[in-house]
Structures are given as structure tokens and as C-alpha cells.
């Protein structure tokens, strides 16, 4: 009896190791962000955004000497960025292997008809009335592209890469993103248009579904179709699962902060899990970009149309279920019946005939 209860125990504990090994799953793991403070003038509390120069300031990155100069440039000829992009990737060297630096270019599209047409209805009314619409008899601003304004600003942007490129051989991005909304394919298109890029790491941007605009009633953020896109631009590549039509934009409600930075996180997750490069640029807009810098734990600091904003993103590895947070559902939104509106610092409507709650359903086109 002994003998048969040992081997009966023994039994049993080699089929309960079986079936632990086979129900293992991967050990949960999750990816959490930081920007690093120090590189850049843009995260100092003490950078005004609004009168901040990125073009005057060498896209913001600061003067000073990094720990790794000594060995790196002894004779003291290597520019700012040239020693900028060695620390990095020293930083990358050494770190721990759940921990990796990347430098993130984060720009907004330049100037669309949308813009233009804010400033001239004024934001209440364009809130509550026209940017429903998808324009007025003159202008359209559905998927809205760049005015030449907005065309002059990403040049701007082009000559500042070209002139770095020149004068201090800075590390150009080795990999592109884009929002797929005409304004920012455009906007990248002119940024990056005729640059003395390397060979081994051309423009040649993904457009990535997430990177658009915050989701609402505003029909400059619906997209237009998969085969306008390929059309407009043929050299890009789309993403693998990107739909023909916009599924996400709602004629109804609205993305809330919360959801959008859920959106963002997954953006970030899905590129910093696939994309081992080290220099990244994003061409988005003011909304989304917000978004990004909240997740990356980046003070706040508000894009100027046609801005850039680099950063030095830290992202670590970490084993368990990332922190709950709260994702608030879509919000309903309540639009003007006609203009004018005479509204308010509040963000409500006041509307002189009357308001509906919007639940038009998007068009697929
Ligand atoms: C921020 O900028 C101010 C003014 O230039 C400077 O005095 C301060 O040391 C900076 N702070 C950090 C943390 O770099
Ligand atoms: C920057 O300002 C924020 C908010 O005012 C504050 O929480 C943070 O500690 C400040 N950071 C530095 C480095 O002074
Ligand atoms: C930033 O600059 C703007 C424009 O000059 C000014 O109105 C605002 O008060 C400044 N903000 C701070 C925090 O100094
Ligand atoms: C940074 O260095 C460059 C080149 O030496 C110089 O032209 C520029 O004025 C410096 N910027 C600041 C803010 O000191
Ligand atoms: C349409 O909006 C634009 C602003 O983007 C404005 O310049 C134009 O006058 C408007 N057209 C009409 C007919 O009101
Ligand atoms: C920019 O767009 C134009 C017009 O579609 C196209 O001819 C050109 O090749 C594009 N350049 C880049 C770098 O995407
Ligand atoms: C795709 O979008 C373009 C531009 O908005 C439009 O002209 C075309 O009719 C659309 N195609 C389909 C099949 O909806």
C-alpha cells in the first residue's frame, strides 16, 4: 500500500507539473514611457510655447557637452547634433535590455483650409455650426488639405532639415509615420521633398491610422478613401489593416481625452515593439500630438501649425498588467442649427435657433 501510495504521489506531481508548464502563459509584460528632460529647450517649464522659435533654436536641442564627448570628439569638431546623436545611442548601448531610447520628431501639419476657416468663423461657431459641414460654397475642409500658407510652413521645415543636414550633418529619421489625413500626407511630402537623405534610410512614411486627429464631429478629421491616399501619394506604404474607408470618424460623438490617449499608447506600442530605429518622425496634428506628449509624460506644449517638437523618449520594458486606467466612452455632441452662434469662453453652444444633439451617421466615401 505504501509503496503504490508513493508512486500514486509521485504521479501526481509530475502530471500537476505538466499541466503548469502547459498552462503557462507569457509572463504579462507592458511598455511604459518617459521623456527625458535636459536634451531639449521644449521641456522646460520655462519655454513659453507660444512665442517658442524651433526653427531659430536648432529645432530646441541645447547647447552643451554630453558625457560621452570625450571619447567621441576629442579635437571638439563634431556639431551639437552630431554629439547629441552619439549620446543616444551610447545610452541605447548600455542600458538594460528592457529599456530603449528613442528620439521622436513630432510635427503638426502646416495651415489647412480648416484653420483658415476657424479663424475666420471664430472657434464657437466653427465648433458648433460649420465644421460640420464639409464646407462652405467657396472652400471645402472635409479631409482638409493645406492652403499655401500651410505649404509654406513645411517648406520651412524642409529648409531647416536641409540646412542641418548641411551644416551640422544631423541624424536625419531613419523611419516615417504620418496621419492619414491629406493635410499631414502633404505636410510630410514638402517636409521632406529633394533632402540629401541616406540611401540606406529614404522618405518613405507609413500611414498609420492612429496618428490621425482627435475623433468627433469635425469632418476635416474624416479621411478620405484608401485608393485617394495611394493615389495622391503612390510612393507611401499603408499599414497592414488599413480599411478603404474611415470606420472610426462619427458624425455623432466624440473621442474623449481618455480614449484618445488609450489610442496614442497603442500607437506608440505598436512602433516601439515592431520599429527598432532609433530616429522617428511623426507628421500629426495638434490634438493627437497633445496626446502623444501626455503619454510620454512630456510637460504640455502646444504646437504652432507647421511646428515640430523633438523628444527623447524613454521606453521601458516592464513585467506585469500595466496600471488600470479609465477609458471614458465617447461623448455625445450637441451642434448649433444654424449659424450665427454668440457663444462663450465655456465651450457650450449658445445658439440663436435652436441645437440637436448630432447623430448623423459617416458617410463611406
Ligand atoms: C530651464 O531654463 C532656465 C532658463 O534658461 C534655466 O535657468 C534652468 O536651469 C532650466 N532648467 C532645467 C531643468 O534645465
Ligand atoms: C514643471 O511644471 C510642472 C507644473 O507646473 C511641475 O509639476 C513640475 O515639477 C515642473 N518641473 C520642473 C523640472 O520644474
Ligand atoms: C507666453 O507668451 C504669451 C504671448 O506672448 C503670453 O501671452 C503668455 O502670458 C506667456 N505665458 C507665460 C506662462 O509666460
Ligand atoms: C549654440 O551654438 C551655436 C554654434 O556654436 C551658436 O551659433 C548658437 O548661438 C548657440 N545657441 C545658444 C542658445 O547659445
Ligand atoms: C468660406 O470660408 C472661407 C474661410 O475659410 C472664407 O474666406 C469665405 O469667405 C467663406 N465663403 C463664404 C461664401 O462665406
Ligand atoms: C511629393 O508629391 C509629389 C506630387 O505627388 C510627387 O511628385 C513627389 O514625388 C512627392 N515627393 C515625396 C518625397 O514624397
Ligand atoms: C474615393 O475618394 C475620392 C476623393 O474624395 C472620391 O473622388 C472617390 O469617389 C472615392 N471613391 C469611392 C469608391 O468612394
Known sequence: MYHIAFLGTIFAIFCATQAHQLKQKPLAQYISYSSVPGYFLQDNNSTNSSTFDFVATNFGLINQ????????????????????????????????????????????????????????????????????????????????????????????VNNLWSRLIATQNIQTPQSYYVSPLTRCLQTANVSFSGLDLPASHPFVPEVKELLREGIDIHTCDSRSNLTYIKSLFPSYTIEPGFTEYDLLFRQSTSETPTAQGLRSKTLLDQIFSTDGETFISFTTHSGEASSLLSVLGHRSFSLSTGAVIPILVKAETLSGTAPVTTVLPYTSQVVCNAPPITSQATGTCVCSSGSTISTGLAKMR
Open 65 to 156: 557637452t554630453y558625457p560621452t564627448d570625450a571619447q567621441f570628439d576629442p579635437k571638439n569638431t563634431k556639431s551639437q547634433w552630431e554629439r547629441f546623436a552619439n549620446q543616444v545611442f551610447r545610452l541605447n548601448l548600455v542600458s538594460p535590455s528592457n529599456i530603449e531610447y528613442k528620439i521622436l520628431f513630432i510635427g503638426r501639419h502646416g495651415e489647412g483650409y480648416h484653420n483658415a476657416a476657424e479663424t475666420f468663423y471664430g472657434t464657437p461657431a466653427w465648433n458648433c455650426y460649420w465644421a460640420q459641414l464639409d464646407g462652405n460654397s467657396t472652400v471645402t475642409w472635409f479631409d482638409a488639405h493645406l492652403d499655401a500658407n500651410g505649404v509654406a510652413q513645411a517648406q520651412t
